[in-house]
């Protein structure tokens, strides 16, 4: 078993609108993306963000390209004029999510 760090395959980029936040994930080879598609799942980026993302995750595939989107749902507490979080917008999702760590076989 070994343990990939999400922030040595890929790289990723967040934003926000509203109370959703979207994280998009970017492979940097082919090899990465393979695991990025068998393992980061919308239920595992649920997971690791915890409290912070009430609503659902859903996960898109964007092959082409070789990146994965995840759209979060009620996840900036109401969104960046109603929240009461520090940060309330979700331009900090995708470096939280770079710590993500897996393993695989």
Request: with cysteine; hydrophobic share 45%; aromatic share 10%.
């Given at each position: 078993m070994?343990?990939v760090k999400?922030?040595?395959?890929?790289?990723?980029r967040?934003?926000?609108?509203?109370?959703?936040?979207?994280?998009?994930?970017?492979?940097?080879?082919?090899?990465?993306?393979?695991?990025l598609?068998?393992?980061?799942?919308?239920?595992?980026?649920?997971q690791?963000?915890?409290?912070?993302?009430?609503?659902?995750?859903?996960?898109?595939e964007?092959?082409?390209?070789?990146?994965?989107n995840?759209?979060?749902?009620?996840?900036?507490?109401?969104?960046?004029s109603?929240?009461?979080?520090?940060?309330?917008?979700?331009k900090?999702?995708?470096?939280?999510?770079?710590?993500?760590?897996?393993?695989i076989?």
């Open positions: 070994k343990t999400l922030i040595d395959i890929a790289a990723a967040s934003g926000d609108k509203n109370n959703i936040c979207n994280i998009g994930v970017l492979a940097y080879n082919k090899e990465a993306y393979q695991l598609k068998t393992h980061l799942t919308a239920e595992l980026v649920k690791h963000f915890g409290s912070l993302i009430q609503g659902k995750v859903v996960r898109y964007w092959d082409a390209i070789e990146s994965l995840f759209v979060c749902f009620e996840a900036l507490d109401g969104g960046a109603r929240s009461l979080r520090i940060d309330s917008l979700g900090n999702f995708s470096s939280h999510l770079l710590r993500l760590e897996f393993n076989t």
